[in-house]
């Protein structure tokens, strides 16, 4: 970030004059994250778990019921 940032009234930085990398890295890793989010949401049997997985998972307890 340079030394001259751009402040507005509450302190926060104001992102639009010099978008930084890690701005950019976190707004791509969202752009990614939301969508597949929402996709399984809506089809779960897409999400795939191997044998190892469903091992390791019930290993943890995460097949009981609450």
């Known amino acids: ?3 001259a940032a751009i ?3 509450d302190g ?3 992102r639009g004059t010099q978008p930084t990398r890690v701005d950019a ?3 791509a890793a969202f752009a990614f ?3 597949l ?3 399984i949401l809506i ?3 897409l999400m795939v778990v ?3 997985e469903r091992a390791a998972l019930a290993a943890l307890g995460a097949d009981r019921a609450a």
């Open 37 to 39: 989010l929402a996709y």
């Open 7 to 9: 402040l507005d009234d």
């Open 1 to 3: 970030m340079s030394e």
């Open 12 to 14: 926060f930085r104001v």
């Open 33 to 35: 994250a939301v969508p």
């Open 25 to 27: 890295f976190f707004d």
């Open 50 to 52: 191997t044998r190892r």
């Open 43 to 45: 089809d779960p049997t």
